[in-house]
T-cell receptor, first 114, second 115 residues
Framework: GNSVTQMEGPVTLSEEAFLTINCTYTATGYPSLFWYVQYPGEGLQLLLKATKADDKGSNKGFEATYRKETTSFHLEKGSVQVSDSAVYFCALSEGGGSNYKLTFGKGTLLTVNP | ETGVTQTPRHLVMGMTNKKSLKCEQHLGHNAMYWYKQSAKKPLELMFVYNFKEQTENNSVPSRFSPECPNSSHLFLHLHTLQPEDSALYLC??????????????FGPGTRLLVL
């Protein structure tokens, strides 16, 4: 079946450091790919998405490129802030018929220290 | 403000209790979802409703019973739960559930503890 694998956390960085969170997927078709973020005590929020190969999603300084050849969707940010501390989830949209479903990775906890 | 609200935010219940979780979306969406978030595990999809009809039951035990009276409201009725059911229960909604590119919008969740 379809699956999402993201790097194990936790990830701890200093402010202004470069961030990469790896995400790879297994899918039978051509899924859409998403990054969601969960801040402490809150639900998940969409951070960015890409719907076809070579698309780049971007938001709030975060970027991820849909790489079909490597089945990857790595999340990057050039300079993290303390406010970026959260759990990040990679997900793919798959299925069809009556509805599409999201399959999530386990999440990566990011802590940014001042 | 995500447009999806959940009540209560926290719930403690005994194994013999009956309780209900409520979700309401103010986004005009037609698809609603229940997820279970446990520590160290990926989010688990439990149920999906499209246009008030249940279209997905992901092998969820019968002690969890969903109800969708209209497109804006979703309930999860709980009875005779087990301690391993303790988790964060997240509700989400999307426009129709019928498009690959759709974004799901999540509520803040209900933190459930079963004693």
């Amino acid at each position: 079946g379809n699956s999402v694998t993201q790097m194990e956390g936790p990830v701890t960085l200093s402010e202004e450091a470069f961030l990469t969170i790896n995400c790879t997927y297994t899918a039978t078709g051509y899924p859409s790919l998403f990054w969601y973020v969960q801040y402490p005590g809150e639900g998940l929020q969409l951070l960015l998405k890409a719907t076809k190969a070579d698309d780049k999603g971007s938001n709030k300084g975060f970027e991820a490129t849909y790489r079909k050849e490597t089945t990857s969707f790595h999340l990057e940010k050039g300079s993290v802030q303390v406010s970026d501390s959260a759990v990040y989830f990679c997900a793919l949209s798959e299925g069809g018929g009556s509805n599409y479903k999201l399959t999530f990775g386990k999440g990566t906890l990011l802590t940014v220290n001042p | 403000e995500t447009g999806v609200t959940q009540t209560p935010r926290h719930l403690v219940m005994g194994m013999t209790n009956k309780k209900s979780l409520k979700c309401e979306q103010h986004l005009g969406h037609n698809a609603m979802y229940w997820y279970k978030q446990s520590a160290k595990k990926p989010l688990e999809l439990m149920f999906v409703y499209n246009f008030k009809e249940q279209t997905e039951n992901n092998s969820v035990p019968s002690r969890f019973s969903p109800e969708c009276p209209n497109s804006s409201h979703l309930f999860l009725h709980l009875h005779t739960l087990q301690p391993e059911d303790s988790a964060l229960y997240l509700c989400a909604s999307s426009q129709s559930g019928l498009k690959l590119k759709e974004t799901q919008y999540f509520g803040p969740g209900t933190r459930l503890l079963v004693l």
